[in-house]
């Protein structure tokens, strides 16, 4: 799994816009024992319960002091597909980043895709039209993993894209 790195823009701060939402990914209980044995931090928590109970009570602190908190639902196989597809780490921070994705996705559905690589910086002027999705894969790692075909650095970005958001994104509720 690759290191995760310190340039990469999580939860709200992935599109430029003057939001302060927050969001809480939530499991299904059903799914509690798989998320466990991927995400080592669920360990943490004896039982699916016990997560809930304090998830539940994040997110109600959070809310009765005023602060914007949704919580939106994550299947596991969307979330490893995830992933699978941007090598982004296994890990709660992630999920929740993730999550926030889903749910942005689904509140701007026109909203373009972009790609935002390790060592890149974001383009500067058009960055509130787009959707920013973290790529912890090298652009050569990325494309020799996905079998992208053989194209400009942005066509076979836009492509990527194109796949995260039909098989992760796109299923939010």
């Known amino acids: 799994m690759p290191v995760e790195s310190e340039t990469l823009?999580?939860?709200?701060h992935c599109m430029d816009e003057?939001?302060?939402?927050q969001v809480l990914a939530t499991i299904l209980e059903s799914e509690f024992p798989d998320f466990s044995w991927y995400l080592a931090e669920l360990q943490a928590w004896s039982s699916y319960d016990d997560?809930?109970?304090?998830?539940?009570?994040?997110?109600l602190g959070l809310s009765w002091a005023g602060e914007n908190i949704v919580q939106v639902e994550v299947?596991?196989?969307?979330?490893?597909?995830w992933v699978d597809l941007t090598g982004s780490p296994c890990t709660l921070k992630s999920l929740d980043d993730f999550a926030t994705r889903r749910w942005l996705r689904a509140k701007y559905p026109e909203r373009s895709l972009r790609l935002?690589?390790?060592a890149a910086t974001s383009p500067i002027g058009e960055s509130g039209d787009f959707l920013d999705i973290p790529v912890c894969l090298t652009p050569v790692e990325a494309r020799k993993k996905h079998s992208l075909p053989v194209q400009s650095d942005e066509a076979s970005d836009n492509v990527l894209a194109?796949?995260?958001?039909?098989?992760?994104?796109?299923?939010a509720n």
């Open 9 to 12: 823009t999580y939860g709200r």
């Open 18 to 21: 003057p939001s302060d939402m």
């Open 51 to 59: 997560f809930v109970m304090e998830r539940d009570g994040y997110f």
């Open 75 to 81: 299947p596991l196989l969307w979330f490893m597909r």
């Open 116 to 118: 935002v690589w390790p």
């Open 162 to 171: 194109g796949v995260i958001a039909r098989e992760c994104l796109d299923n």
